[in-house]
T-cell receptor
Framework: EDQVTQSPEALRLQEGESSSLNCSYT??????LFWYRQDPGKGPEFLFT???AGEEKEKERLKATLTKKESFLHITAPKPEDSATYLC??????????FGAGTRLTVKP | NAGVTQTPKFQVLKTGQSMTLQCAQD?????MSWYRQDPGMGLRLIHY?????ITDQGEVPNGYNVSRSTTEDFPLRLLSAAPSQTSVYFC???WGQGSPGELFFGEGSRLTVL
């Protein structure tokens, strides 16, 4: 069965303190790996799609990377406005989408 | 540009009552889906549709019905609400089932069943 595990469950950083979020997955043929940001009381908002091992995507202070077993979301010099829950999801070749439970990031000023 | 619109945002039901969560999208997406989100768990797929007149079950379909009479609308019906259905429900859409692509989510509907 396809599985997605995100770690840590929660992460508290000081403003400017860089770190990484992990998404480990097992899937029967990866069609795409997705990162979303979710603010409290809102729906998830799309950040990145990665399709193959070695691929990287960047957006402002965020950079997503992909290997055959996991993906990392690197946050460089975070700001308080980066506080949110970050969700990882994998789409298999049968088009099923499986989500992880998310990492709740808090950035203190 | 409204995107995906869900109503209501909040609802309280008593056990055994029925209700419908509404979802509409204005992006002409073929694929629409309903997820539920519970603390400590990932989003779980309830039902999905790959086009008008076509629906299928997801991971947790029991207790829910869907229909898709138009491309734009995809309502979720709770037939006889149970406390286990207390959750936040999200409707999401994307272009087509046959291609990878990000989901566009609504703002969510928070349901409490007493």
């Amino acid at each position: 069965e396809d599985q997605v595990t995100q770690s840590p469950e929660a992460l508290r950083l000081q403003e400017g303190e860089s770190s990484s979020l992990n998404c480990s997955y097992t899937v029967s043929g990866l069609r795409g790996l997705f990162w979303y940001r979710q603010d409290p009381g809102k729906g998830p908002e799309f950040l990145f799609t990665l399709y193959s091992a070695g691929e990287e995507k960047e957006k402002e202070r965020l950079k997503a990377t992909l290997t055959k077993k996991e993906s990392f979301l690197h946050i460089t010099a975070p700001k308080p406005e980066d506080s949110a829950t970050y969700l990882c999801a994998v789409q298999a070749f049968n088009n099923d989408m499986r989500f992880g439970a998310g990492t709740r990031l808090t950035v203190k000023p | 540009n409204a995107g995906v619109t869900q109503t209501p945002k909040f609802q309280v039901l008593k056990t055994g009552q029925s209700m419908t969560l509404q979802c509409a999208q204005d992006m002409n997406h073929e694929y629409m889906s309903w997820y539920r989100q519970d603390p400590g768990m990932g989003l779980r797929l309830i039902h999905y549709s790959v086009g008008a007149g076509i629906t299928d079950q997801g991971e947790v379909p029991n207790g829910y019905n869907v229909s898709r009479s138009t491309t734009e609308d995809f309502p979720l019906r709770l037939l006889s609400a149970a406390p286990s259905q207390t959750s936040v429900y999200f409707c999401a859409s994307r272009w087509g089932q046959g291609s990878p692509g990000e989901l566009f989510f609504g703002e969510g509907s928070r349901l409490t069943v007493l």
